[in-house]
């Protein structure tokens, strides 16, 4: 599959969580949510303390372990 394609699927639908790494135990939890997701999302730096997790629609969610 085209590199840019993953990246940006053809729907515009998906979902946005905002990550404060400041506050104690956010950065587990938000490379717990990408391991959950995998193939699905993508996380970008807003600054160094503030990333986002984007999670794309139409994928299976997985439980993290």
Do not use: N
């Amino acid at each position: 599959m085209d590199r840019a394609k993953q990246l940006y699927p053809s729907s515009s639908e998906c979902i946005v969580v905002l990550f404060d790494l400041r506050l104690p135990g956010t950065a587990e939890r938000l490379h717990g949510e990408r391991a959950a997701w995998q193939g699905q999302s993508e996380i970008e730096a807003i600054d160094e303390d503030h990333f986002v997790l984007i999670v794309y629609a139409g994928g299976a969610r997985r439980l993290a372990s």
